[in-house]
């Protein structure tokens, strides 16, 4: 064994004094050291065999280092204060009709742009959460079914990317609890990436975008939610719309809709296509306790949906992975 | 979940077409995935009989029959009796049966859906001819029955049409499950059967049997013992009932007529005693359990002695089904004695089973806990309709009625008698809330202007316990709505049953305060454009990478956040800077053709490095860029990064000096080569902005990058922060005209520009007169010792046109402070 440690040493130092460190492995000692593996009794040759390859693998990683600092002795540093490079001139920018905005993001300005005119704040939503937020300020006790619904993905720490904007409802209630008491109104729109443990196809992603409203005052109705979300629609689309809506169950509100616009003319929609837009519904008490806002003196409606089938409806996206492929290929569509 | 619309007719009248009906359910229950038209598949399916049955010479199997259809099948040879000839190759075909006769011409059911269906016709079998078929349960599309034709247990007359005589004229909804996760009342027939006589604003009287929560259980035959019931702890159990039933035939089954409807709604029919409690189970939603009781004792050790508790750590179950199981304290086991015999909810023990020697059976009503059950689930990858129910949250009370009537149909069906009482342990009885509410405050959530009346009785059709009193409604929900807790789930009804789209759309009232774009969102969208008007490409990538891609750019994993139940190794870790998913996608994108781009990514990064920020990891936001040429050029690229760069930062109204990297720990230059990358500054506000540069030789060759590429990381909150400090830089414009000169210093190789022109504005800002500093050339002769740098200085004056000697002079003063610091010649 002295006799590897030793042998090391030595390697090493030839290693960090060499050009060519790749050589060592070629070392005479080094292949003397199998041909004493036979002569050894069993009982030593695993150990022996073992403090072998560790050597073996200490000298790769040795060498790697080596060559890269060999290679690094050779790189010319640049005077990165100067306006362009010696002997040059100053570099011209790609041409302007090569640059593109992927269409995701600029429909997500879009819609926020809508809310915004409409009084919502608009607030990026989180991309790691706790499940405090995710679920449990949400009227999602441990262990309730509904959650299995939202195939959340967890860190070891326990944190989760969250699986809807919704996580962020909690937050936009605390921080408007003040403006609330004060004789107005909570009005905001969260905006953002999710995610889900799901497997990826044409119309499935684990990594999609949405966007949730909150709106809380003395005086909410589901009539105005319905309304706001109408008008929102018929202001995107620039038609009038007419909308439908269907029971539907979310923890975090009671009553719980699905709500759905007729297709627009501009999508090629004919009266009685229907386009399931969001999920909705009056804010649960529970989930304005956890704000710490009375439930008794103020309501409110929520709603939430998501980004990419918008997009993938105006422009005739045929495959949700196009978005984050960055292909050129189809980011060159979007000039 | 399939719903019945002929077994939900025999509790509720339904007044409007299939379509109208699913649209009411659809707005005011739950969305229906498809109506299938079960009876297009049996209209020319008949009733016949048969009249003659001679085995067919010359074959071992086959049978020459001649069916009596009453004579109503049209194209068809008919004997001089007027029958029709048919071979049939089934032991079980005989005269006299009543037989289903699939005509010539007509489509064999279980071939329907097919893409081409089979159509019958008149055919030469071993010389005789067969107009059509006599058709099995599986011919039939009703369930798998090999044991031959399906015999008619009907007095219809032959030529009736089978579908009229078994109701199979029926439409079937596909309702998905997870939708009704909340309502498990809906999860049997009689329950969704009431919502759909509400939702037409019907009122609903549940079937006497299932309404009485103390039944008969009718008279008592024989002694046996009645089983002992023990529920070790009411948070697994709230309720269980046992019964003994005795002289079970399990050769004995149910009339055709509900085998049909078990069929149709996707349950095989197997014997009496079995579907008995499947049946129940499908119109009530309580799941039920046989037992085979003298093998319960055996196990059990001689006495009937049913235990409800937790799994035990190291015990083994056989189920049903062949597999033996490891159970867990999480799972909650029926135990016979100290005997696991059943999990609990999910299946029974195969020691247990019942079979065709089952004398005596053991009939359990209960409920379990659905947190457990649900767990359970997952575990042992156990989806029967069984467990359906079960993690939905059956009624305690639910138990009783439908145990009662399932003592009463196996009596019924397969002949047996009950002969113990029936045990009830029952821990976990609980009051229904009382839940007052106003009207006003019904209206003022929904919207509506219902009147207190209306609400009344929209809540009695649904069988709910309501009163009104002035503007005050008092409500007790029925049993089967453990999900109505307080007076929201009140308004949901109302709301739902009325329908939401009867509601007037409103927009909010409130005062008119205008909302601005947050300044950084404002920020993000000007530098994007501007990225967009230098020509590059913006892109969204994953925000989960390969422990792989970290290690390439010499990030370490242990510092980024790990998905423990990630889809694959590709998207396990956080990543801490856009950088590499960025230099992810330059080779594909070389490789399908593009010589020349840029691409760019506003995006959130996580570190485990970075203090939690409210107990949840701070969010770090990144702008990245990397540029690429295929072809390679004779000027580095870092300069063209730099060009880019600096020119987002003009249109930001932002100017930039950039620090040579040095070392630097920082995961976001891991990538960059220090030699030839800077650190990004704001002038103004001194604040660091991020890093640009090339990449390490390894990452470029990790990356398969072409030479030419470059690129940067920026922070945009840095970047909102320098933004915010600066002054507006207007001075009016001069009316005088300028002065410009150009002065050229010889200097080392290794003296930078930006010593030149820290110590020439050093000198101007001496001079009371308005200049600019610009490059003009940097050039580097062949042996590469010394180089030029020339630069243009342009001197205004606000109030006078300057003399050519006050500018010689300004020029003077700048070569000799440059000259005396900097060891430069000037050329």
């Known amino acids: ?335 | 979940m399939i719903i019945s619309v002929n077994w939900l007719k025999k509790f509720t009248d339904i007044d409007v077409s299939i379509d109208e009906l699913a649209t009411l359910i659809g707005a005011r229950l739950v969305e229906i995935e498809t109506v299938i038209d079960l009876g297009k598949k049996y209209q020319d399916v008949l009733v016949a009989q048969v009249v003659e049955c001679v085995e067919l010479e010359g074959s071992d199997h086959l049978n020459v029959t001649k069916l009596d259809d009453g004579g109503v099948w049209q194209n068809v040879e008919r004997d001089d009796n007027g029958y029709v000839q048919v071979v049939c190759g089934a032991p079980n075909v005989r005269a006299g049966i009543l037989v289903a006769w699939l005509p010539p011409q007509s489509i064999v059911p279980e071939t329907a859906d097919d893409t081409e269906p089979f159509v019958l016709g008149a055919r030469q079998l071993r010389g005789a001819m067969s107009n059509g078929m006599i058709a099995s349960a599986r011919e039939l599309a009703l369930f798998d029955e090999h044991d031959g034709i399906l015999e008619l247990d009907t007095d219809a007359a032959p030529g009736t049409k089978f579908a009229d005589v078994y109701e199979l004229n029926d439409y079937l909804l596909d309702i998905e499950n997870k939708s009704l996760t909340h309502r498990p009342d809906c999860f049997g027939i009689i329950g969704f059967a009431r919502e759909v006589a509400a939702i037409q604003g019907k009122p609903f009287h549940t079937p006497e049997w299932l309404a009485q929560l103390t039944p008969d259980f009718g008279e008592k035959q024989g002694d046996i013992m009645t089983p002992t019931v023990t529920i070790d702890d009411p948070e697994l159990s709230a309720r269980y009932q046992a019964v003994v039933l005795s002289g079970a035939d399990g050769a004995k089954k149910t009339p055709l007529y509900i085998q049909t409807y078990l069929a149709r709604v996707g349950v095989r029919p197997i014997n009496a005693v079995v579907d008995v409690t499947n049946y129940l189970m499908m119109l009530t939603g309580q799941p039920l359990h046989a037992f085979d009781y003298d093998k319960l004792v055996k196990v059990g050790g001689g006495t009937a002695d049913i235990h409800v508790r937790s799994g035990r750590v190291g015990e083994k179950l056989t189920l049903l089904d062949g597999r033996t199981i490891e159970l867990t304290p999480e799972d909650i086991v029926i135990a016979a004695g100290e005997t696991a015999i059943g999990l609990a909810g999910a299946m029974g023990g195969a020691d247990t089973e019942i079979d065709e020697s089952t004398k005596n059976i053991i009939i359990e009503s209960a409920t379990f806990s659905l947190y457990s059950l649900r767990a359970t689930q997952m575990r042992h990858g156990i989806f029967s309709e069984a467990i359906t129910r079960f993690t939905k949250g059956q009624p305690a009370e639910l138990t009783a009625p439908v145990v009662a009537d399932a003592v009463r149909l196996i009596a019924e069906w397969a002949g047996t008698t009950r002969v113990s009482d029936v045990a009830d342990s029952y821990p976990g009885k609980r009051d229904l809330p009382v839940i007052e509410l106003t009207a006003t405050q019904v209206n003022a959530t929904l919207g509506t202007t219902y009147s207190v009346e209306q609400m009344r009785e929209t809540l009695r059709n649904v069988e709910f316990d309501a009163t009104a009193s002035d503007d005050t409604l008092t409500v007790q929900a029925p049993y089967w709505r453990s999900d109505i807790h307080i007076a929201e789930d009140v308004i949901e009804e109302i709301g739902r049953i009325n329908s939401y789209d009867a509601i007037t759309l409103k927009l909010p009232h409130r005062d008119f305060t205008a909302v601005r774009p947050s300044d950084f969102d404002e920020l993000r969208t000007a530098m994007r454009k501007a990225l967009v008007r230098a020509g590059a490409s913006e892109v969204l990538t994953y925000s989960f990478i390969h422990g792989d891609v970290l290690r390439k750019v010499g990030q370490d994993p242990a510092d980024s956040y790990r998905i423990t139940n990630s889809i694959s190794p590709d998207l396990q870790y956080y990543r801490q800077s856009l950088t590499p998913s960025l230099l992810g996608l330059v080779n594909a994108n070389v490789k399908n053709g593009y010589d020349q781009f840029a691409l760019f990514e506003m995006n959130k990064v996580h570190s485990k490095t970075a203090e939690l920020v409210e107990d949840v990891p701070a969010e770090m936001h990144r702008l990245g860029l990397v540029l690429v040429n295929k072809k390679d050029q004779t000027s580095a690229p870092y300069y063209q990064a730099k060009r880019i760069l600096d020119y987002i930062a003009q249109l930001l109204g932002m100017e930039l000096h950039y620090k040579p990297l040095g070392d630097s720990n920082l995961a976001l230059s891991k990538p960059f080569e220090s030699r030839r990358s800077a650190r990004v500054i704001d002038v103004s506000s001194g604040q660091p902005l991020g890093v640009i540069g090339e990449y390490k030789k390894s990452v470029a060759r990790g990356f398969k990058l072409p030479n030419y590429a470059a690129g940067f990381e920026l922070l945009p909150e840095a970047i909102a922060i320098a933004l915010n400090h600066k002054a507006p830089a207007y001075t009016p414009l001069s009316r005088y005209p300028s002065s410009e000169r150009d002065i050229c210093f010889q200097v080392a190789h290794d003296v930078t520009y930006q010593q030149i022109i820290d110590v020439t504005h050093n000198v101007l800002d001496t001079i009371d007169i308005s200049s600019t500093v610009e490059p003009v050339d940097v050039y580097e002769p062949a042996d590469g010792t010394t180089k030029n740098i020339t630069v243009r200085l342009k001197f205004t004056a606000a109030e006078r046109t300057l003399t050519g000697d006050e500018v010689t002079d300004f020029v003077a003063r700048v070569a000799s402070e440059v000259t005396a610091k900097i060891d430069a010649k000037i050329v």
């Open chain 1, 1 to 335: 064994m002295t006799n590897i440690e030793d042998l090391r040493q030595t390697l090493f130092a030839r290693v960090s004094a060499t050009n060519e460190p790749r050589e060592i492995l070629k070392a005479a000692e080094l292949k003397q050291l199998y041909t004493v593996l036979p002569t050894l009794n069993p009982g030593e040759r695993g150990a022996y065999g073992k403090a072998v390859n560790e050597l073996k693998v200490a000298l790769e990683t040795a060498i790697v280092a080596r060559e890269n600092e060999l290679e690094d002795a050779t790189i010319e540093p640049l005077d990165v204060t100067a306006p362009w490079d010696v002997n040059s001139a100053l570099p011209a920018l790609l041409p302007t009709e090569q640059g593109t905005q992927h269409p995701l993001t600029r429909e997500l300005e879009n819609v926020i742009d809508i809310f915004t005119r409409m009084g919502f704040e608009a607030i990026e939503s989180r991309q790691i959460d706790d499940d405090e937020h995710m679920f449990g300020a949400l009227n999602f006790p441990a262990n309730h079914p509904a959650r299995d619904g939202y195939d959340t993905f967890r860190t070891e720490e326990g944190f989760i990317p969250p699986a809807h904007t919704s996580t962020m409802q909690n937050r936009i209630l605390k921080a408007g609890k003040a403006k609330l008491e004060a004789g107005g109104h909570i009005a905001a729109v969260s905006y953002g990436r999710v995610f889900r443990n799901e497997d990826v196809d044409a119309t499935h992603e684990h990594t999609f975008y949405q966007c949730e409203g909150v709106y809380v005052s003395e005086t909410a109705t589901l009539g105005e939610m319905l309304g706001t979300l109408q008008s929102f629609f018929e202001t995107y689309y620039g038609q009038k719309l007419k909308i439908k809506t269907q029971p539907g169950y979310f923890p975090f509100v009671e009553p719980g809709l699905e709500f759905a616009i007729e297709k627009p003319a501009a999508l090629g929609g004919k009266p009685g296509d229907w386009l399931e837009m969001l999920g909705c519904g009056m804010i649960h008490p529970n989930v304005l306790r956890s704000a710490d806002i009375n439930p008794e003196k103020y309501r409110g409606f929520a709603w939430g949906g998501g980004i990419e089938r918008l997009v993938m409806l105006k422009y005739g996206i045929e495959d949700l992975r196009h978005f984050e492929s960055g292909k050129l290929a189809f980011l060159r569509k979007f000039v």
